[in-house]
């Protein structure tokens, strides 16, 4: 059977990191016949200079009908690094999120294992003088005699023919060249370097010699020596970078004595992801009523894949979760529990670990590339039990998942804006489960709409977790009215006079303080008292941030920053104004107010690394830090056992959002951030400062009103025909000239009007009407819940490739978005 297949020509059909909309097929040297396999991957070269890393979806002996496939370059896995389950999830994903296969394939793979890159042709050492060159081949082979090497691009304008890949491909055959693929990207494992003690000089003898002449020439080698003789070594010797740190010795001394040959030094692969003592773990205790939530969802997973916990915020839902996971690993399954912000990954981490050791993984955006290929290959080689991850956590490569925990699944980080696939991990991971015959949990305090009403219809298996763990009391929520304040002239800019009193209080009881503030920097808008001009991006049609610490007008959309202005450029005018705030600018004032209480901020730019957030974090939990200022970043799960005052600074932002989702998203992101206050023995205050003190919502907050909120807001939305009613499709429309992408968000309108009638709202402008250089048009699509999803989104799908092969509008982009919010 070997040999008859080393004689078969193969052909296999790859997938290329890619926005394309097809596959492409290449040949397989016979040599390589026994090594491709579906998942594996291969180089490919792809165009005239391009070299990638495409995956194997199928083999067969049926060559492509339209061209003449390539060669592959090389195998370059010894096994497959994706399933066939992976793969059928990856084609769900484009399919339903309407993008293309090669686009997930891009999302999902760590960056180390996509790997691109130019070739390189080499010229071989011995050429035979007799060969036959023609016209593009003799100046390419002079120039390599000269240079030794030459990219493609350089090949290309050498060689004066269209296709570079003939001329390099002719070279080959004759055997004149190689082609190297100097491939960028690629996973490596980690190294370091370890030192044992020469056997030699373990003798008494030996060692006797080696003190003598040390003692006299070289007392900084002797010292080293001498702490290695008095090292507990195994047979891996010591760690040389701890070695030299622990004993601080000189690093010239241990060279020495490995030129000596005294030590010998030698490399080894080591684990990039850290362990834990895992020798004395916890046991779970559930309380009564967390037994029978966890009894009851046992029996809702009996007729029902996926199951909705509702449960007030530090009502111990984690402790449910831990019992559901516990079974899983019992059966020998794998869990993936997802969380919607890495900052949530700190505590969690820990949490778990205490009762699952080094079972448990945790991998989010943080971590470089070669952390991320590692988790990728510990998953592939059944290494990994429990994977703590974000919304990217779906793609991993599970072969045997049991049970996917989607914790806080109300929140929209899960959702995906840019770039495609624009996907829902809450949504994709109830495909996925049910790929794997896995089963889910879905957790909130505050559920989406979508998931309750689900949940009421008997979709889903349903139970709501009443009562804080232990017995403590939900947080008192307060209004504090800012109109009146600034009447009676008691706040402090920001502050109002309330909020300050119970900070100080709170410190006074040795208490720490929340603020929250979903708006980053330190004043939003730089304006002109004369002519009312502000600074906006040049490529974005926005205000720029003022941020004190860099001393620069940063636009948050594509990054622009210019220097402060003086003098406004419109009218000459030098009084500059500067309105609103953000969480530098609250951080600064409140130093200034309470110079006594040390205050820390956690947002993006506090915390833009793995160790920076953990620090932030770290010092909060052990006491250093008085008062965190934050951005949403501190409403999604965070545990402080010591917080028992949180501070909303401005309720109405988030309230007067023009999205239909405003009002859910705000109760949302109040109950949350309130809820980690007064998690332990003393209750909890939350002030919530606004200008709208009779608001509904805020009313709905204050009694924690889950319910009526729900009811109130899904009459709205089954009135005007929104979610969880109706799904929705958006279309962005993209160019740089204002006037083509008003008239081509027209054209597609008039096309789509056709088959969707008054269920697509616009073309009209969205809230921010250009980013990095392109103006923006925006097309809503309802879709009828009466009518087949699959067949409106063909029909759109249709329309949108009849748009972008109309020659007037092939340089406009189409963003299609579905489920976009």
């Known amino acids: 059977m070997p040999d008859l297949l080393s004689h078969t020509t193969l052909y296999v059909e790859v997938l290329l990191p890619l926005n394309l909309a097809q596959f492409y097929t290449y040949r397989v040297p016979f040599e390589w016949n026994e090594e491709v396999a579906v998942g594996k991957r291969v180089i490919v070269q792809f165009g005239r200079k391009k070299v990638y890393s495409a995956l194997i979806l199928s083999i067969s002996e049926q060559p492509p009908e339209k061209y003449q496939a390539k060669y592959i370059l090389s195998v370059m896995d010894d096994l497959p690094i994706v399933n066939d389950t992976q793969l059928r999830f990856w084609e769900w994903v484009a399919q339903y999120y309407m993008c293309t296969m090669g686009e997930v394939m891009n999302a999902a793979l760590p960056s180390a294992l996509k790997l691109e890159s130019q070739s390189k042709v080499v010229l071989r050492d011995e050429i035979p003088e007799d060969i036959v060159l023609d016209k593009h081949e003799i100046p390419v082979i002079d120039n390599l005699r000269k240079l030794g090497e030459l990219t493609m691009d350089q090949v290309d304008k050498l060689s004066g023919k269209k296709s570079t890949y003939k001329t390099v491909q002719s070279l080959y055959e004759k055997g004149l060249i190689w082609i190297n693929e100097e491939i960028q990207g690629g996973y490596k494992a980690k190294v370091r370097k370890f030192l044992v003690l020469n056997e030699s000089f373990k003798t008494e003898e030996e060692f006797e010699e080696t003190i003598s002449a040390l003692e006299r020439r070289a007392p900084k080698q002797l010292e080293a020596l001498l702490a290695m003789m008095s090292a507990d070594l195994d047979m891996e010797g010591v760690d040389r970078a701890e070695f030299i740190s622990e004993h601080d010795l000189s690093t010239s001394a241990v060279n020495a004595l490995i030129d000596k040959q005294i030590f010998i030094q030698y490399e080894k692969e080591v684990d990039r992801l850290e362990e834990v003592d895992d020798s004395e773990l916890r046991v779970n205790q559930l309380t009564v009523p967390q037994k029978q939530i966890y009894e009851a969802l046992h029996d809702s997973y009996k007729d029902k894949e996926i199951a909705l916990l509702q449960g007030v915020t530090s009502s111990g839902k984690t402790h449910i979760y831990i019992s559901l996971i516990e079974e899983q690993i019992k059966k020998g399954k794998q869990v993936l529990y997802l969380l919607p912000e890495i900052s949530l990954t700190t505590q969690l981490i820990r949490r778990l670990q205490a009762y699952f050791g080094n079972s448990v993984v945790v991998t989010h955006s943080r971590f470089n590339n070669n952390e991320r290929a590692e988790v990728w290959y510990k998953l592939l080689n059944k290494e990994i039990d429990i994977l703590i991850a974000p919304r990217s956590g779906v793609f991993m490569p599970f072969d045997n998942l049991g049970l996917i925990v989607v914790d806080e699944e109300h929140e929209n980080s899960y959702k995906q804006n840019e770039p495609n696939p624009r996907y829902n991990a809450r949504d994709a991971s109830i495909v996925l489960a049910r790929m794997h015959g896995a089963k889910v949990l879905l957790g909130s305090a505050t559920p989406s709409l979508e998931s309750y009403r689900n949940a009421l219809d008997g979709k889903y298996g349903f139970r709501h977790l009443e009562g804080r763990y232990s017995g403590v009391q939900v947080p008192e929520y307060e209004i504090v009215d800012m109109r009146l304040e600034r009447l009676l002239n008691t706040n402090n800019g920001i502050f109002s006079g309330r909020l300050l009193d119970e ?319």
């Open 503 to 821: 900070i100080k209080q709170a410190h006074a009881e040795g208490k720490q303080s929340i603020l929250f503030l979903n708006r980053k920097g330190y004043v939003p808008i730089t304006e002109c008292t004369e002519c009312s001009w502000t600074p906006k991006c040049i490529r974005c049609d926005i205000s720029l941030t003022y941020y004190r610490k860099d001393n620069c007008l940063r636009c948050h959309f594509c990054g622009y920053q210019i220097k402060p202005i003086n003098e406004c450029p419109s009218c000459g005018n030098t009084d500059i104004r500067m309105t609103g705030y953000g969480t530098e600018r609250v951080e600064t004032e409140l130093q200034t107010i309470l110079p006594d209480l040390a205050i820390q901020r956690f947002d993006q730019a506090t915390a833009r690394t793995k160790s920076a957030y953990e620090r932030i974090i770290g010092d909060f939990e052990a006491g250093r830090t008085d008062i965190l200022v934050g951005t949403q970043m501190l409403t999604k799960g965070l545990d402080f056992q010591n917080v028992t005052l949180v501070g909303i600074l401005d309720a109405d932002h988030a309230l007067n959002f023009p999205d239909f989702r405003a009002y859910e998203r705000s109760f949302q992101q109040m109950i949350q951030v309130g809820g980690r206050a007064g998690r332990r023995e003393i209750q909890g205050k939350v002030l919530i400062q606004t200008n709208q003190p009779s608001h509904r919502v805020l009313n709905q907050v204050v009694q924690a009103d889950y319910k009526g909120m729900y009811e109130l807001e899904v009459e709205e939305r089954e009135k005007f025909n929104y979610p969880p009613f109706w799904r929705l499709i958006r279309i962005t429309v993209k160019h740089k000239d204002y006037f083509l992408t008003e008239k081509a968000a027209d054209y597609l309108n008039w096309l789509l009007k056709k088959d969707f009638g008054d269920f697509i709202l616009g073309p009209e402008e969205p809230f921010v009407t250009r980013i990095r250089g392109l103006y923006l048009r925006q097309l809503l699509i309802k879709l009828d819940p009466e009518k087949s999803r699959k067949a409106m989104k063909a029909v759109i799908a249709l329309k949108v490739d009849q748009f972008r092969k109309t020659k007037e509008y092939r340089g406009v982009r189409l963003v299609v978005d579905v489920d976009p919010y």
